[in-house]
C-alpha cells in the first residue's frame, strides 16, 4: 500500500482551511465590513448632495463641533488631572472617600446630564425660582441668568460625564512615579505648583493625553447631550441628513468626515505616546508619601474635587430621583417594563456574543501561531473608534437591502411575506453593539489570557487535548472572573448607547436609553426618570466592580 509524501501531506495541510484564521477573518470583517460601507456610500452616493453639504452645513458643523470638542477636552483634561494630583499627592478632608466617589461620573450617561443640568437651571427650575423669590423679580426681564441650552452647557455636562477618563488614567500615572523625584525637588525648594507642573505633568502626560484623546473621540460620537441643547455638531447633521432631509448618502458622508477625525485622533494619540522620553527608573520606585494638607489649602483641595463630584453625579441623580418619588406610577407604565425588556435582550445578547468573539480571537492568535490571526487582531479594535452613529448607517442600509432580498425570495418561492427579519428586530442593534464594544471584550481576554502559566496549556497538549479542549478546561476555568468582568463592561457600555441604537431600532422598538431620550425631548422628565435611574444603576455596577478591582491591585 502506498504512503502519501511528506511533501503532499504537509501541501495539504496548507490547503485545508484552519478554523482559528477563518474565524479570525469573519471576525475582523464583521467589524469592518459597516465602515467599508459607510466610505463606499458615501463615495458612491444615489444623490451627490457633497458640495450642496460643502456650501451650506457643513462649515458649521465642523466649526461647532471643533468648539465643543476642544471645549471638552482642555476642561476634563484640566479637571481630571488636577483632582488626580491632589487626591494622590496630598491628604485633606474625605480625600480617600472622593478617590472613588471621582469615578461615579462615569455611571452618568451625558445625555442624562443635560436632562438635569436644564431642569435644575431653567426658568421654571428652582435656581431661578429661588432667586426670583429672594430678589422679588417678576418676570426674566428683570434679571439676567446665563442661557442654560447652549454650546456652553454641552460643554460642561460632557465634561463632567467624561472627566473620569482623564482621572484614571493621571491617578495611575501619579502613582507609578518614584517619591523619591518630589523629595528631592522639596528639598531644593520647589513648592507644590513646581512639582506639578515640572515633574507630575511630564512624567504622566502620555496617560493624559491617552485619557484626554478617548474624551475627544466620546465627544465626537455624543448626540444626546448636544441634540438636547440644539448644539448642530456633525452628529446631529447625520441625523438631520438621513432622517429628516432622507438623504443616505449625504448622510455618509457626514459620517465619513466624523470617521476620519476620529481616526485620526487615535492617531496622534498613538504617536504622542510613542514620542514621549519620560522614563522612570529601572528599580521599583519608592511609593509618594502624601503630604497633609491643613487650613484654607485642605478646604480648597476638598472644594475642588468635590466640584466634579456634585456637577457629574450628584445633580444628575438628585434630579431624576426627585421626579421619579414624585411619580411612583411611572415604575408601572407598559412602556418602560417593555424598554427593560428589550434592553436585557439586545443588551445581554451583544454582551455574551461580544465576549465569546473576543474569547475566539484572542486564544486563536496566542495558541496556533498563525499569522492571518495575528494581522487581524488590532484591525478589530476599529470599532471602538467608530461613533455610533456611524456604525448605525453602515449597518443599516446593507441590511435593509439584504433583508429585503431575502424577503422577496422567500414570497417568491412560498408566496408568503416573512417581513423584515432582520432590521425588523433587535438583530442590527446587536451587530451594532457587538461591532461598537469588541475592543472591550478582546482588551480583557488578552489580559486574562496573558495571566496564564504558558505551561499549563501545554501540558494539556502534550496530554492529548485539543485546542477547544485546552479553552474549555485549563482556561476558562482560569480566567473565568475575568470573563464576568467583561461580559458586566460590555453589557455597560450597550445600555448606555444611544445614537446607534435611534438609527438601528425597528418601529415602536424602545430601549431604556432611547425611552430616556424620547421621553426628555418632549419635555416629560417625570416620565423619563424611571428608565434614567435603571441606566444609571447597571453603570453604578461597573464602577463599583472597577474600583474593587483597583483596590484589589493596590493591595498586591
Avoid at 432622517?243 to 466624523?258: E, K, P, T
Avoid at 455610533?388 to 453602515?394: E, T, W
Avoid at 422567500?410 to 417581513?419: A, C, F, I, K, S
Avoid at 492529548?464 to 453589557?491: D, K, M
Wanted: hydrophobic share 55%; net charge positive.
Amino acid at each position: 500500500m502506498s504512503q502519501t509524501p511528506p511533501r503532499a501531506k504537509y501541501a495539504a495541510r496548507r490547503r485545508r482551511i484552519e478554523p482559528w484564521s477563518a474565524g479570525a477573518l469573519a471576525i475582523a470583517l464583521l467589524v469592518l465590513l459597516p465602515i467599508l460601507s459607510v466610505l463606499w456610500i458615501a463615495l458612491f452616493p444615489t444623490e451627490n448632495i457633497w458640495p450642496h453639504l460643502l456650501a451650506t452645513t457643513l462649515p458649521r458643523y465642523m466649526t461647532t463641533t471643533a468648539a465643543l470638542t476642544l471645549g471638552v477636552a482642555v476642561l476634563a483634561a484640566v479637571t481630571g488631572t488636577t483632582t488626580a494630583w491632589l487626591v494622590t499627592l496630598y491628604r485633606f478632608p474625605l480625600s480617600r472617600y472622593l478617590e472613588w466617589l471621582l469615578l461615579l461620573p462615569l455611571a452618568i450617561p451625558a445625555y442624562v446630564g443635560a436632562y438635569a443640568l436644564v431642569d435644575f437651571f431653567e426658568y421654571a427650575g428652582p435656581v431661578q425660582s429661588a432667586l426670583r423669590g429672594f430678589f422679588g423679580w417678576q418676570s426674566a426681564r428683570e434679571y439676567w441668568f446665563p442661557e442654560i441650552r447652549s454650546l456652553g452647557s454641552a460643554t460642561i455636562v460632557l465634561a463632567a460625564a467624561l472627566t473620569p477618563y482623564v482621572f484614571l488614567m493621571a491617578r495611575a500615572a501619579f502613582r507609578e512615579q518614584s517619591g523619591a523625584m518630589y523629595e528631592t525637588a522639596r528639598a531644593l525648594g520647589a513648592g507644590g505648583w513646581a512639582r506639578f507642573w515640572r515633574i507630575g505633568v511630564p512624567m504622566a502626560r502620555p496617560a493624559i493625553a491617552a485619557g484626554t484623546a478617548i474624551v475627544m473621540m466620546e465627544t465626537l460620537s455624543d448626540y444626546g447631550t448636544v441634540s438636547y441643547f440644539a448644539v448642530q455638531t456633525l452628529t446631529t447633521g447625520i441625523f438631520t441628513t438621513w432622517l429628516q432631509a432622507g438623504n443616505a448618502g449625504g448622510a455618509a458622508q457626514i459620517a465619513s468626515v466624523v470617521l476620519i477625525l476620529v481616526l485620526s485622533l487615535v492617531a496622534l494619540e498613538k504617536v504622542s505616546r510613542g514620542r514621549a522620553r519620560f522614563h522612570g527608573s529601572a528599580r521599583q520606585p519608592r511609593p509618594i508619601t502624601q503630604i497633609q494638607l491643613t487650613g484654607w489649602r485642605a478646604w480648597l483641595a476638598l472644594g475642588l474635587c468635590s466640584i466634579p463630584f456634585l456637577v457629574g453625579f450628584v445633580l444628575p441623580v438628585s434630579v431624576m430621583a426627585h421626579h421619579a418619588l414624585g411619580r411612583p406610577e411611572e415604575w408601572l407604565k407598559p412602556g418602560l417594563i417593555s424598554a427593560l425588556a428589550n434592553t436585557l435582550t439586545v443588551a445581554g445578547s451583544a454582551a455574551f456574543v461580544t465576549v465569546a468573539l473576543a474569547l475566539f480571537m484572542v486564544y486563536g492568535v496566542r495558541l496556533t501561531g498563525r499569522k492571518l490571526p495575528t494581522l487581524l487582531l488590532p484591525v478589530t479594535n476599529l470599532g471602538y473608534a467608530a461613533p455610533g452613529a456611524v456604525l448605525g448607517i453602515g449597518i443599516l442600509i446593507p441590511l435593509a437591502g439584504l433583508d429585503h432580498f431575502i424577503a422577496d425570495t422567500w414570497e417568491g418561492v412560498t408566496g408568503n411575506d416573512p417581513g423584515l427579519i432582520l432590521t425588523g428586530s433587535g438583530f442590527a442593534i446587536v451587530i451594532a453593539y457587538v461591532v461598537r464594544f469588541f475592543a472591550i471584550a478582546q482588551g480583557a481576554a488578552d489580559s486574562a489570557m496573558g495571566r496564564v502559566s504558558p505551561s499549563l496549556p501545554m501540558a494539556a497538549r502534550s496530554l492529548g487535548q485539543t485546542l477547544t479542549g485546552t479553552l474549555r478546561r485549563i482556561y476558562l476555568p482560569l480566567i473565568r472572573g475575568s470573563v464576568g468582568t467583561a461580559l458586566l463592561l460590555v453589557f455597560v457600555d450597550c445600555v448606555k448607547e444611544l445614537p446607534a441604537t435611534l438609527l438601528l431600532r425597528p418601529f415602536n422598538y424602545n430601549t431604556l436609553a432611547t425611552r430616556v431620550h424620547e421621553k426628555a425631548s418632549l419635555e416629560h422628565l417625570e416620565q423619563a426618570s424611571p428608565a434614567a435611574l435603571l441606566v444609571i444603576a447597571v453603570g453604578l455596577a461597573a464602577v463599583v466592580l472597577l474600583a474593587r478591582s483597583e483596590n484589589a491591585t493596590d493591595l498586591t
